[in-house]
């Protein structure tokens, strides 16, 4: 007898009693309630943990160009359906229609939207749609300005994953900047995406 064998023998020995069906029946599943309080303000608490820059933008053009000129950034990707309220004056938007890894290495940073922020982690979810870009935009630069709208942070990651249900990918989850540590706990920014996050809550 093989060792896989051996393995599903005694599977099958330890089901021997169960009904037949019964063993494959998943739990029924209660979402956590959503925790007191203000979502918005947790994600922005949450968002500062990670190091990230989290902002108030009623003024969203005026916001957008101090903090590009406090990072230095002057040419900013662009998905090609932002909208045209969140492109200010007085920035170089290169809309991404399929930059080349070394046309967007070149640029100073990128500016998307998102589909929804989740309270409960201080996440981004970017889902490649018209607002938030393809995923390469989003990583390759070193500097990324997301415009989280108030109205689309949910509490939890169960909203979160009912909010996408049905919605196409790819999806990335981002928790703050771009982060790692060796094995001496060493932090690396900048490993697999920009080192610096920039949230505008619009």
Do not use: K
């Not at 200010?88 to 940073?109: F, I, K, Q, R, T």
Request: with cysteine.
């Amino acid at each position: 007898m093989s060792a896989r064998d051996d393995v599903l023998a005694r599977v099958r020995a330890a089901l021997r009693d169960v009904p037949a069906g019964e063993a494959l029946a998943p739990p029924a599943y209660e979402p956590p309630p959503a925790p007191a309080g203000d979502p918005v303000a947790r994600f922005a608490e949450r968002v500062a943990d990670y190091q990230a820059t989290v902002r108030d933008a009623n003024e969203l053009a005026a916001t957008i160009v101090r903090v590009c000129a406090e990072h230095g950034a002057r040419r900013l990707g662009v998905p090609t359906g932002l909208l045209e309220g969140w492109r200010p004056n007085g920035l170089e938007l290169v809309e991404d229609d399929g930059l080349s890894a070394h046309d967007l290495d070149a640029l100073d940073g990128a500016l998307t939207g998102c589909a929804l922020a989740i309270a409960e982690t201080g996440t981004i979810v970017l889902d490649g749609g018209e607002r938030s870009g393809r995923r390469a935009l989003t990583l390759v630069p070193d500097l990324h300005v997301c415009l989280v709208e108030r109205a689309h942070v949910v509490a939890t990651v169960s909203e979160a994953i009912r909010a996408l249900e049905g919605a196409r990918g790819p999806f990335t989850f981002v928790s703050g900047p771009s982060a790692t540590s060796d094995i001496e706990l060493d932090r690396v920014e900048g490993v697999h995406g920009p080192r610096r996050l920039e949230v505008l809550l619009v």
